[in-house]
């Protein structure tokens, strides 16, 4: 079982939607979320970061956290054509440094 | 700012030769670290290294190997290759190597093996 479970869709919206992207894990020791955006054929990009549980809002983007379901989701507001792209949650333990572990990744398209 | 950058852009390799993949940090950072991302999967850690020592290394095979140079830009190689070693390896610099720092990643090196 992979530690973190994401869909990985495709995802299709009309522009103006709300968008809601989940990934779920296994290992309780992750303490920090990461949401990454990654357009084609470029590197990820960091859009939103989290320390344990709780809630964090930054522009038309929230991320939440919930550890005790091991459940972590971003939503974009007032979905844009630019959002396209492919989504990665991504953790990392209090003690692994670096290294962070990422979900497979959702594809979404937000058509005009 | 010049971001994280990687050389070359893409690669096209055959079964059994080795690679050599370069990365340099953005200026100021000591930590880079390897990721291999294969298509239509999440990137997956390869090795971590801070101030030109490995502090982890991922679940990947001794074929793969490396290092960085006082600069602090860094070398990943890959020996013996295999048609599975074909993906995307992204090179992700931080200022430090623990704690929260945020992980900056580069465009990537697309490889392929053939």
């Known amino acids: 079982q992979k530690e973190v479970e994401q869909d990985p869709g495709p995802l299709s919206v009309p522009e103006g939607a709300i968008v809601s992207l989940n990934c779920t894990y296994s290992n309780s020791a992750f303490q920090y979320f990461m949401w990454y955006r990654q357009y084609s054929r470029k590197g990820p990009e960091l859009l939103m970061y989290t320390y344990s549980s709780g809630n964090k809002e930054d522009g038309r983007f929230t991320a939440q956290v919930d550890k005790s379901s091991k459940y972590i989701s971003l939503f974009i507001r007032d979905s844009q054509p630019s959002d396209s792209a492919t989504y990665l949650c991504a953790m990392r333990r209090e003690t692994s440094g670096s290294r962070l572990t990422f979900g497979e990744g959702t594809q979404l398209t937000v058509n005009p | 700012d010049a971001g994280v950058t990687q050389s070359p852009t893409h690669l096209i390799k055959t079964r059994g030769q080795q690679v050599t993949l370069r990365c340099s940090p953005i200026s100021g950072h000591k930590s880079v670290s390897w990721y291999q991302q294969v298509l239509g999967q999440g990137p997956q850690f390869i090795f971590q290294?801070?101030?030109?020592?490995?502090?982890g290394r991922g679940n990947f095979p001794d074929r793969f190997s490396a290092r960085q140079f006082p600069n602090y830009s860094s070398e990943l190689n890959v020996n013996a290759l295999l048609l599975g070693d074909s993906a995307l390896y992204l090179c992700?610099?931080?200022?430090?190597?623990?704690?929260?720092?945020?992980?900056?990643f580069g465009p990537g090196t697309r490889l392929t093996v053939l």
């Open positions: 992700a610099s931080s200022y430090l190597a623990g704690f929260y720092n945020e992980q900056f």
């Open positions: 290294y801070y101030e030109k020592e490995e502090r």
